[in-house]
T-cell receptor, first 110, second 115 residues
Framework: GQNIDQPTEMTATEGAIVQINCTYQ??????LFWYQQHAGEAPTFLSY????GLEEKGRFSSFLSRSKGYSYLLLKELQMKDSASYLC???????????FGAGTRLFVKA | EAGVVQSPRYKIIEKKQPVAFWCNPI?????LYWYLQNLGQGPELLIR????????DSQLPKDRFSAERLKGVDSTLKIQPAELGDSAVYLC?????????????FGPGTRLTVL
């Protein structure tokens, strides 16, 4: 079966740094995505990792270790608008199906 | 550029009634997805189209759900008859390709409530 694990909720303070972890056990791997989803809205793309290492994009960075089945999303200089759910998703080969985790709800407090 | 368009945004029906959702993907996107998302969960794939062909419908409950993508552009997802457990958000997404790195663009979703 396919399994993606993320913490259910996290709380952080405005201006701080937060790391959201994701571990996966899937039948193959063809890339890992992070999406942001505000309550009642559609998921929006944040990052894509297919090779090991860190991808940086502004205040957001995403890291991947394929050997460990592990990724994290790093959010710097947190803003109130970053309060949202963050979805980790793994693309598996043989049809390029994307499996989504349940998401991590991040609360940013003043 | 217009994003993925879905309608209606909200739908309330009684159980055993039929319901249909419509999706217009981003122009030029060959791949179209229908997902179901329950509260506090991630999206779950129902069906994926490559142009007009359904290439992955293994998770679609075919006894009551059906979908079509005529002419490889717009798509319709239908439930007949609806059950209480079908209450969820139905998301449509599209991508330029289903291959590696094929970022998906999601529509706002249709929130279905079955009473």
């Amino acid at each position: 079966g396919q399994n993606i694990d993320q913490p259910t909720e996290m709380t952080a303070t405005e201006g701080a740094i937060v790391q959201i972890n994701c571990t996966y056990q899937t039948s193959g791997f063809n890339g890992l995505f992070w999406y942001q989803q505000h309550a009642g809205e559609a998921p929006t793309f944040l990052s894509y990792n297919v090779l090991d290492g860190l991808e940086e994009k502004g205040r957001f960075s995403s890291f991947l270790s394929r050997s460990k089945g592990y990724s994290y999303l790093l959010l710097k200089e947190l803003q109130m608008k970053d309060s949202a759910s963050y979805l980790c998703a793994v693309r598996i080969p043989g049809g390029f199906k994307t499996i989504f985790g349940a998401g991590t709800r991040l609360f940013v407090k003043a | 550029e217009a994003g993925v368009v879905q309608s209606p945004r909200y739908k309330i029906i009684e159980k055993k009634q039929p319901v249909a959702f419509w999706c217009n993907p981003i122009s030029g996107h060959n791949t179209l997805y229908w997902y179901l998302q329950n509260l506090g969960q991630g999206p779950e794939l129902l069906i994926r189209y490559e142009n007009e062909e359904a290439v992955d419908d293994s998770q679609l409950p075919k006894d009551r759900f059906s979908a079509e993508r005529l002419k490889g552009v717009d798509s319709t997802l239908k439930i007949q008859p609806a059950e209480l457990g079908d209450s969820a958000v139905y998301l449509c997404a599209s991508s330029l390709t289903s291959g590696s790195g094929g970022e998906q663009f999601f529509g706002p979703g249709t929130r279905l409530t079955v009473l």
